[in-house]
């Protein structure tokens, strides 16, 4: 995911360099994918608080993923 959004920043800011429209609706286009991985991670984020039942430090990193997925 962070790849993701990683080449989205880039592409953006190719685009506003470039006073691209073409290059910023590409970039808008591919936010969708972002969106889903963000989905599966938060799912398997979900899933293993509900089937693991994780404590302590694994607890913790388990909500820091949640957390930073949305940012």
């Known amino acids: ?33 972002i969106d889903i991985v963000e989905v599966e991670v938060e799912q398997e984020c979900l899933r293993l608080l509900a089937m693991r039942q994780p404590v302590r430090e694994d607890l913790r ?4 993923i949640i957390k930073v997925i949305t940012e």
């Open 61 to 64: 990193f388990v909500f820091t």
């Open 1 to 33: 995911m962070a790849d993701l959004v990683e080449l989205s920043i880039s592409d953006s800011l190719d685009a506003i360099m470039k006073r691209s429209d073409d290059m910023a609706l590409e970039v808008i286009g591919k936010d969708d994918a």
